[in-house]
């Protein structure tokens, strides 16, 4: 088993899944990788059974019964890496928009006794984001400067999805109470984090817009990071953050 777990959440990614299994088993370092499938109609769980048949201690699947969130998938995924004593965790998008070798630097900054959370982000230098629509890059720019006003978060890309964690953060942080499902659950994560006085790092990277299947955003997970993180906060003064 390797001491590092790439947790990737699915629903409908028949198209893009087998390119992201290839490229992350071909990395130089060694990653396992924990699929959760949200029961997609389109078979995405046949061909990670498939993976799952040639590399079988590297591969495995979570199946969901139906489609939850993205929130509550990591979370699932989480502890299910927990209770297999990973030490590293990560997490990554099955649509190709996040380079899977951008894993292999996340890990060696992960590694280093001044970090507990690396973040892959696209605002660390400027703003690293290709084929996205122009109202799309300035809802998301805009989501992670109003993160850091709300949370005090200083983290540049709160609202990356591509992020590694030290297991002891994701033990420190009480997983079943976390309040968000979408956009804001990685800002949720960050801020716990950080709250508990995790160091963070940011790296860059280059967040490239999907090329096949669809977008999982929609107007709902916009009005939870908008509102939510005020909530958040807010609960931050009075209650602790763990329970």
């Not at 071909?26 to 498939?50: A, E, H, Q, W």
């Not at 005090?152 to 002891?168: I, M, Q, R, W």
């Not at 960050?190 to 107007?219: Q, T, V, W």
Request: with cysteine; proline share 3%.
């Amino acid at each position: 088993m390797s001491k590092a777990l790439v947790i990737i959440p699915t629903y409908n990614e028949l198209d893009n899944i087998s390119i992201v299994l290839d490229h992350v088993l071909s990395l130089s370092n060694f990653f396992d990788i924990l699929v959760v499938d949200d029961n997609s109609p389109d078979g995405t769980s046949n061909v990670v059974n498939d993976y799952i048949d040639k590399f079988n201690e590297r591969v495995f699947l979570l199946s969901r019964k139906s489609k939850e969130g993205l929130g509550k998938a990591y979370t699932e995924g989480f502890l299910w890496g927990l209770k297999k004593n990973y030490n590293f965790i990560f997490e990554m998008d099955a649509d190709l928009s996040h380079d899977p070798n951008d894993l292999v630097r996340m890990l060696q900054v992960l590694e280093m006794p001044n970090c507990d959370v690396v973040v892959g982000s696209r605002y660390i230098n400027g703003i690293n984001v290709v084929n996205w629509p122009l109202s799309r890059i300035i809802l998301s720019y805009f989501a992670s400067i109003y993160s850091r006003v709300v949370t005090g978060l200083p983290v540049k890309d709160a609202t990356s999805g591509f992020v590694g964690y030290k297991n002891v953060v994701l033990r420190k942080i009480n997983l079943k109470t976390l309040l968000f499902n979408g956009y804001a659950f990685q800002i949720e994560l960050k801020f716990k984090a950080y709250k508990n006085g995790f160091k963070i790092l940011e790296i860059p990277i280059i967040f490239k817009d999907r090329e096949r299947g669809e977008s999982k955003m929609n107007g709902d997970i916009i009005y939870e990071a908008v509102f939510g993180l005020i909530k958040m906060k807010f609960y931050s003064f009075f209650y602790n953050i763990n329970k």
